[in-house]
Nanobody, 122 residues
């Protein structure tokens, strides 16, 4: 059984930092692209960042580039999203996802976590 479990969300003020974690079980973690997406109320799920399995090549959406950092620890089967200089518009439910083929579209990811709420107050 595949499970992705996110943690680390919360309520912070603008300018603060948060680190999200997502642990994968039930699959060989290092073989998967890992992505972070977010969804605000009334909006579609939006791409945030992704990291490849073996090479650890990373990619970011323009809205978070320079503020967020995605990383992974294959020994711990965990992917992280370090979020700095948070803005109110970053408020959303954040989801991690695992896919055999990475990309910016949710359709490329087979497995999803339950999501963790991030709220940034002004």
């Amino acid at each position: 059984q595949v499970r992705l479990v996110e943690s680390g969300g919360g309520l912070v003020q603008a300018g603060d930092s948060l680190r999200l974690s997502c642990a994968l079980s039930g699959r060989t973690f290092s073989r998967y692209f890992m992505g972070w997406f977010r969804q605000s109320i009334g909006e579609e799920r939006a791409y945030v960042a992704a990291i490849a399995g073996g090479s650890e090549i990373t990619d970011y959406s323009d809205s978070v580039k320079g503020r967020f950092t995605i990383s992974r620890d294959n020994a711990k089967n965990t992917v992280y999203l370090q979020m700095n200089s948070l803005k109110p518009e970053d408020t959303a439910i954040y989801y991690c996802a695992a896919g055999s083929v990475g990309g910016t579209s949710p359709r490329w990811y087979e497995y999803w976590g339950q999501g963790t709420q991030v709220t940034v107050s002004s």
